[in-house]
Structures are given as C-alpha cells and as structure tokens.
C-alpha cells in the first residue's frame, strides 16, 4: 500500500504541491463542505500518513471534475491522485454507499460479462440510416438508452438521444454504423477503482471498434468520449481511428454547409459539464453549434466554460447533501440569466439535476424551475426536415 | 414422503436457484399458510422476507441475478391492501421499468415476475412457486452464472 500511494505521489506530480490552497479555494466541493480539501488529502498522502479516516472518506467526496487541476500552479493531477486512492481503495474492499443501491454499477459489470447478449439496438426504428457493426463512421451511442429507462420518471428524454444523434449524421449526409457488440464505456466503474471489470469492458469495446474498420468515432457522451480518448488510449495503446464530439461534428458540418437548421426562437444557457469541459477542452464546437440554428439565444451563466460548476456527483458514489445543494445553487444561476431551458450533454448532469428539483427544495420553486434538456435532442429537433 | 423422493434432483442434474422477495405482512404470512397446510411446492425457491415489496429494489434483482440467481420473484400485497398504503403500487412502477431493463440488457424479463399474494392464499403461493420454477427450468440456466460460484445461495 504504502509503496503504491509514493508512486502516485510521483505519476500525478503531486510531490509539486506548495500547499497554496489554489485547489481548495476553487473547488465546487468545498464550497458547502468545510470538512473536504484537496490539498489536504494529498498533503496528508505527502506526509506519510497511512489509514487516514477523513482520507477515506474524502476520497469518495471529490467530484474528480478537475477544476483543481487547472487551478494548480504546479499542474498536480489531482483527479488522477483521487482514481489511483480509489482504486487502492476497492482493492481493500471500502466502497462508498452508491445512489440507486449500485444498480447502474451493476449494469456496467453484468455488460462486462461474456455470455451476455445484450439488446443494445433496441432504440433503432426504419426511419435512421445505418448500418451495423461495419463503417467507416461509427456512432458510439454510450448509456443514454438505458440511463433514460432508468430513470424514466425524469429523463425519459434521454431514450432519444441515440436516435437524435443519427438524426443529425443522417441529415449532413453520412450513414453512421451502430454496433450490436458496444457495451458501457466503463467510466464509472473505473471511477470507482473498479479496474478488473473496467479492463474487461475496455477489452469488449476496443475489440468491437477496431473490427468495425472505423476511420472516426462519434460520440454523445461527455463520459464515453473521455474514457475512450484518454484512458482507453491510456492503456491499450492509440486507437486507429479519429474521435470527435457530436458538437465537433456539428459545428465542422455547419462550416462546411453539409448541415442546416431551421428557425427555433428560444433562450437557452448552455452548462459545460466537467468531462466535455475541462477534461477534453471542448468549449467552442457547443457554442457554434448553436450559433447555427438562427432564433437561438445564448446566455451564458457566470460561471461557463473553465469554470463551470459540478453538478454533484460522481460515478455515481457520492449523492448527498452536498451535491443536492450544488445541484441547486448551479439550477439558480441558470435561472437567473432568464434562460428557457439548460443545455447540456452529459446524461448525468441531465440526471442529476433533474433530481435535484423532482423532490421539495430549499429554496422558493420559482427559483430553480428551469427544464434541462439535451442538447443533442434540441439539434435534432431544429434539423431541416427534421 | 414418496412425492419428495421424486422430486428430489438427481447427481448432477441442473436445479434453478429462485430467490423470492416476500413482504412480511401478506406474502410471506402467504408462505407460512401454504407451510402449515402442508401444500406442496419445488424447494428451488429460497424466500427472503422485507417489511413491503416496495422496498425491493431494482438492483436487488439484478444483483441477484449477477450472483447467479435463476429467477426472481418479487410478491407483495394485493393493490389497495399493502399495510403501507401504496408500497406495493410504487414496487409495481419499478418491477415494470426493471423488466424493461432486463430485456435491454439481454437477461429478458421472463426471469423475474411480480405477483400478489394475499395472507390467506397460501394455495396462490404454492402453484405460483411450481410455475415459476417450471418456466425458469424451460429458460435454462442464467447465462451470468459463473461456474457455480452462486449456487447453493
């Protein structure tokens, strides 16, 4: 253990640490949680402190959204420091109470098993083009689906987002290929320190593109798009084929006139989640894709792109308190710009707001009754012929 | 004694494991009637009682099937009698999002039912336990099974 905890130390530069309190001062986490620091955890981890209970719990409180890590001035891989105590972590068997009892974990890993053959297609209707498993564009539809069958009572929404994103790829003329064989992209369970079942899924997926003959990979998912860019590349080594954001799509279609949209008069605020955000530094494809569809009013919130707040949780191990008021102070500063709807791409932000406001709330109603909607939903509903 | 003899399983032949989640105040009061008056079902099913099926969770099925469970069964109140007013008609809600979910995932939801059994229906509880075992034995085994790690819960 101890030999493990000086080689993160020494992989995330955390050794760099001049204990500044940069991190702390910014982190969305801290704000409302007096107890959580990020410098603390790595001090502590720096001075030799083994079995630290406020460690312990505090790995599991940090939302890994990296606003830290941009802060830092000695650039400390603070979210990569939190991963690698996770995994240590669950190693040892200490886990976190997971919201929804751990059913979305679960999921991953029953994913992860061989001799499931899941219904991965079953969004498809006769009107999408595709082709299966085989193309030199693939769509990587990610959990939406099964996310919004989940949680049906709030975003049922999120069962379309497969079927909007070929919307969009049909519309600018190319047939994207589905894969029957995709399975979850892993991202929480590698979150959770949960590398045996995540190495299995990264195995499944990596094999299951690379026998589609690929040349780009389209994504929907701030979370699949990370895991594959980073950590699959991390540690299987580069993949033979280009990957892009459903917004990078776009916002290049746009240019290139291969797409149009039609008029849709509405005001929207657009919250950069942390994975499409700070972690691969997509800011602009999203803003330009609305610059397109004409009527569309863009009003920032106060803190947008780099410093976007979290919505609350993480890999789904940390739904409390603390991320209930995240949640509602993010929602207030949405509605105060007087906004329609929040956009955003991530399926878990969508979630957990929509959570946060499905029950009483602290604050008057009135406040924080903004609609989250997905913004490749809204994409797809301002396509031409569409 | 000569019916058990029967239905006692052979070396080696494969049993389904069912787990059912009974609720304290009807099904499992159910299962004790169908005990008491000595009627006669497959001992595949191990019963595990909760205070109401609207405390079953989706991911208690799906655990369970992970472990290696065959099939689930989920029993609770008739609608309109649940001891806590509505659990059961919240355990209804998720039992159908979870069959959903089941189907999507590849498992299929003909590995998990959800029925009503009064305190009284003790005979409701018996047949319902030989249908179970009986459509879980034409499934087969559960594909997640893995090498009997889950057998013998």
């Given at each position: 253990?101890a030999?493990?905890?000086?080689?993160?130390?020494?992989?995330?530069?955390a050794f760099?640490?001049?204990?500044?309190?940069?991190?702390?001062?910014?982190?969305?986490s801290?704000?409302?949680?007096?107890?959580?620091?990020?410098?603390?955890?790595?001090?502590?981890?720096?001075?030799?402190?083994?079995?630290?209970?406020?460690?312990?719990?505090?790995?599991?409180?940090?939302l890994?959204?990296?606003?830290?890590?941009?802060?830092?001035?000695?650039?400390?891989?603070?979210?990569?420091?939190?991963?690698?105590?996770?995994?240590?972590?669950?190693?040892?068997?200490?886990?976190?109470?997971?919201?929804?009892?751990?059913?979305?974990?679960?999921?991953?890993?029953?994913?992860?098993?061989?001799?499931?053959?899941?219904?991965?297609?079953?969004?498809?209707?006769?009107?999408?083009?595709?082709?299966?498993?085989?193309?030199d564009?693939?769509?990587?539809?990610?959990?939406?689906?099964?996310?919004?069958?989940?949680?049906?009572?709030?975003?049922?929404?999120?069962?379309e987002?497969?079927?909007?994103?070929?919307?969009?790829?049909?519309?600018?003329?190319i047939?994207?290929?589905?894969?029957?064989?995709?399975?979850?992209?892993?991202?929480?369970?590698?979150?959770?320190?949960?590398?045996?079942?995540?190495?299995?899924?990264?195995d499944?997926?990596?094999?299951?593109?690379?026998?589609?003959?690929?040349?780009?990979?389209?994504?929907?998912?701030?979370?699949?798009?990370?895991?594959?860019?980073m950590?699959?590349q991390?540690?299987?080594?580069?993949?033979?084929?280009?990957?892009?954001?459903?917004?990078?799509?776009?916002?290049?279609?746009?240019?290139?006139g291969?797409?149009?949209?039609?008029?849709?008069?509405?005001k929207?605020?657009?919250h950069?989640?942390?994975?499409?955000?700070?972690?691969?530094?997509?800011?602009?494809?999203?803003?330009?894709?609305?610059?397109?569809?004409?009527?569309?009013?863009?009003?920032?919130?106060?803190?947008?792109?780099?410093?976007?707040?979290?919505?609350?949780?993480?890999?789904?191990?940390?739904?409390?308190?603390?991320?209930?008021?995240?949640?509602?102070?993010?929602?207030?500063?949405?509605?105060?710009?007087?906004?329609?709807?929040?956009?955003?791409?991530?399926?878990?932000?969508?979630?957990?707001?929509?959570?946060?406001?499905?029950n009483?709330?602290?604050?008057?109603?009135?406040?924080?009754?903004?609609?989250?909607?997905?913004?490749?939903?809204?994409?797809?509903?301002?396509?031409?012929?569409? | 004694m000569?019916?058990?003899?029967?239905?006692?399983?052979?070396?080696?032949?494969?049993?389904?494991?069912?787990?059912?989640?009974?609720?304290?105040?009807?099904?499992?009061?159910g299962?004790?009637?169908?005990?008491?008056?000595?009627?006669?079902?497959?001992?595949n099913?191990?019963?595990?009682?909760?205070?109401?099926?609207?405390?079953?969770?989706?991911?208690?099925?799906?655990?369970?099937l992970?472990?290696?469970?065959?099939?689930?069964?989920?029993?609770?109140?008739?609608?309109?009698?649940?001891?806590?007013?509505?659990?059961?008609?919240?355990?209804?809600?998720?039992?159908?999002?979870?069959?959903?979910?089941?189907?999507?995932l590849?498992?299929?939801?003909?590995?998990?039912?959800?029925?009503?059994?009064s305190?009284?229906?003790?005979?409701?509880?018996?047949?319902?336990?030989?249908?179970f075992?009986?459509?879980?034995?034409?499934l087969?085994?559960?594909?997640?099974?893995?090498?009997?790690?889950?057998d013998?819960?």
């Amino acid at each position: 253990m101890a030999d493990e905890i000086k080689k993160l130390i020494e992989e995330t530069g955390a050794f760099d640490c001049v204990e500044c309190g940069k991190c702390t001062s910014v982190c969305p986490s801290a704000a409302f949680n007096k107890d959580f620091a990020p410098r603390l955890i790595v001090v502590k981890a720096l001075e030799g402190i083994k079995n630290d209970p406020v460690t312990a719990k505090n790995m599991w409180v940090c939302l890994t959204c990296e606003i830290c890590n941009g802060m830092c001035p000695y650039k400390v891989n603070y979210s990569g420091f939190i991963q690698g105590l996770r995994m240590q972590s669950f190693k040892e068997g200490s886990l976190p109470i997971c919201s929804q009892g751990g059913l979305i974990h679960t999921m991953q890993r029953l994913m992860a098993n061989e001799k499931l053959k899941q219904n991965r297609l079953g969004w498809l209707t006769d009107d999408l083009k595709v082709t299966k498993n085989k193309g030199d564009v693939v769509l990587f539809t990610g959990c939406a689906y099964q996310l919004g069958t989940v949680f049906a009572d709030r975003v049922s929404y999120e069962r379309e987002v497969p079927r909007s994103a070929v919307k969009i790829l049909n519309a600018a003329g190319i047939t994207p290929a589905v894969l029957e064989n995709e399975v979850c992209c892993g991202h929480d369970l590698l979150w959770l320190g949960d590398e045996d079942s995540f190495f299995k899924l990264m195995d499944k997926n990596v094999a299951a593109l690379k026998a589609s003959g690929a040349k780009k990979v389209i994504f929907t998912c701030p979370e699949c798009y990370r895991t594959i860019n980073m950590d699959y590349q991390d540690f299987s080594g580069d993949m033979p084929f280009e990957m892009q954001h459903i917004s990078e799509f776009v916002a290049e279609a746009v240019k290139e006139g291969k797409l149009k949209f039609n008029k849709m008069e509405k005001k929207v605020t657009y919250h950069d989640s942390c994975r499409l955000g700070r972690h691969m530094k997509v800011y602009d494809a999203p803003r330009e894709a609305l610059k397109a569809i004409e009527g569309i009013q863009l009003i920032e919130m106060e803190r947008a792109r780099d410093k976007a707040t979290c919505c609350g949780v993480n890999a789904w191990a940390n739904c409390d308190e603390i991320g209930k008021r995240m949640q509602i102070d993010r929602l207030m500063e949405a509605k105060k710009t007087g906004a329609d709807a929040l956009l955003t791409f991530c399926p878990k932000c969508e979630i957990h707001f929509n959570c946060a406001t499905h029950n009483k709330v602290p604050v008057e109603k009135s406040l924080v009754d903004i609609p989250v909607e997905d913004f490749t939903n809204l994409m797809a509903k301002a396509l031409k012929g569409g | 004694m000569s019916t058990e003899a029967k239905a006692a399983p052979q070396a080696g032949a494969w049993e389904p494991n069912i787990v059912a989640f009974c609720c304290n105040w009807c099904s499992y009061a159910g299962a004790d009637l169908a005990g008491v008056s000595r009627f006669q079902y497959p001992p595949n099913v191990r019963v595990i009682r909760v205070m109401c099926s609207g405390r079953i969770e989706p991911q208690f099925i799906l655990r369970a099937l992970e472990l290696g469970a065959d099939g689930v069964l989920i029993c609770g109140c008739h609608i309109g009698d649940c001891h806590y007013i509505a659990g059961n008609e919240q355990a209804e809600k998720r039992m159908k999002m979870t069959a959903e979910l089941l189907d999507i995932l590849g498992i299929g939801h003909d590995r998990m039912r959800l029925e009503w059994i009064s305190a009284s229906e003790g005979e409701k509880f018996a047949s319902t336990m030989t249908q179970f075992t009986e459509q879980i034995k034409k499934l087969g085994p559960n594909p997640l099974a893995q090498g009997g790690e889950g057998d013998g819960g």
